[in-house]
């Protein structure tokens, strides 16, 4: 069965670090993966997804995750964080056409 | 192009009292789907609407939940009778295409959710 865990529920950077948020799934088919966010009072915005083009997939607001199966992994990661970036960050997979999701992980960033 | 639309944004109501969510989805998606987040936990699917046909409906908790989506356009979820578990946030997405292949890659478009308080 399809299952997706995030590690770490808050995440604290300061403005201009790398931002890492961790994802592992498990999955008995070729996954398709998928990373959203969620700003506060908003809904939930596609970051990027995974869907077996390319390992290395490039979202939006410079955004990338990078799959790899070895490591059942699909990392979010921001090379230099923004004020603008706090928010929560959500891992998915899908399972027929629902998605699975992780628990979220809240993105705090501090100047 | 409007987004997914989602009313009421909040609800409190008292235990045993009905409610009733409503999702517009973007125009021409044929695919409706609800979650729900339970606070602490996980977006939790409920069920997935393939025009007015109930595709999927293995998540929905009990029997206490209807969901409708009248002539394949917007959809309705009523909990009734509401219970204090029923509090959370519900999600309405929806995507455009059809076929199986489609549907599991397909990005699923989220509205802003209706917060549901049970007292």
């Known amino acids: 069965a399809q299952s997706v865990t995030q590690l770490g529920s808050h995440v604290s950077v300061s403005e201009g670090a790398l931002v890492l948020l961790r994802c592992n799934y498990s999955s008995s088919v070729p996954p398709y993966l998928f990373w959203y966010v969620q700003y506060p009072n908003q809904g939930l915005q596609l970051l990027l997804k995974y869907t077996s083009a390319a390992t290395l997939v490039k979202g939006i607001n410079g955004f990338e995750a990078e799959f790899k199966k070895s490591e059942t992994s699909f990392h979010l990661t921001k090379p230099s964080a923004h004020m603008s970036d706090a928010a929560e960050y959500f891992c998915?997979?899908?399972?027929?056409?629902?998605?699975?999701f992780g628990k979220g992980t809240t993105l705090s960033v501090s100047s | 192009e409007a987004g997914v639309t989602q009313f009421p944004s909040h609800s409190v109501i008292e235990k045993g009292q009905t409610v009733t969510l409503r999702c517009d989805p973007i125009?021409?998606?044929?695919?409706l789907y609800w979650y729900r987040r339970v606070m602490g936990k996980e977006i939790k699917f409920l069920l997935h609407?393939?025009?007015?046909?109930?595709?999927?409906e293995s998540g929905m908790p009990n029997n206490r939940f209807l969901a409708e989506r009248t002539g394949g356009t917007y959809s309705t979820l009523k909990v009734q009778p509401a219970e204090l578990e029923d509090s959370g946030v519900y999600f309405c997405?929806?995507?455009?295409?059809?076929?199986?292949?489609?549907?599991?890659?397909?990005?699923?478009?989220f509205g802003p959710g209706t917060r549901l308080l049970v007292l």
């Open positions: 609407f393939v025009k007015e046909s109930k595709q999927d």
């Open positions: 998915a997979v899908s399972l027929g056409t629902a998605l699975i």
């Open positions: 997405a929806s995507s455009q295409g059809s076929g199986m292949l489609a549907g599991l890659q397909e990005t699923q478009y």
């Open positions: 125009s021409g998606h044929d695919n």
